[in-house]
């Protein structure tokens, strides 16, 4: 079993920002909970990155290179590399991924 090295894009850092600092204001122990859940899980892809399903949205579109992981409401998604694993978002799974990825987007377009 080969293992990975377990990267994270600037979006998908972001997104975990986003999600602690929406729950901190709730609950700081819920906040840091799930940030612990989510990291761990995604260093889990380290050995075993092909476990997680290819997105089915994406699926749909004949695209299948991006994977996710569920960490309930989260999505995990990712890309295998040949060195590596990538992760590109974390997600709320209640959430379409159409309005996520139009969400990010738009913040790309604002941000330049």
């Known amino acids: 079993m080969k293992r990975r090295k377990v990267l994270w894009a600037r979006s998908a850092r972001r997104d975990l920002a986003a999600i602690v600092g929406y729950l901190v204001e709730r609950s700081p122990q819920a906040a840091f909970a799930t940030l612990d859940r989510i990291e761990a899980r ?3 892809l380290a050995r075993l990155a092909d476990r997680g399903r290819v997105v089915p949205e994406l699926a749909r579109l004949h ?24 992760v590109l978002a974390v997600i709320d799974s209640r959430r379409s991924l159409e309005d996520a990825l139009l969400d ?9």
Do not use: C, K, N, T
């Not at 290179?65 to 590596?84: A, F, K, M, N, T």
């Not at 987007?105 to 330049?112: C, P, S």
């Open 104 to 112: 990010r987007l738009i913040w790309i377009e604002g941000a330049e």
């Open 42 to 44: 995604a260093r889990s």
């Open 63 to 86: 695209i299948q290179q991006y994977r996710e992981l569920v960490v309930p409401p989260h999505r995990i998604i990712y890309r295998i590399r040949d060195s590596g694993l990538l």
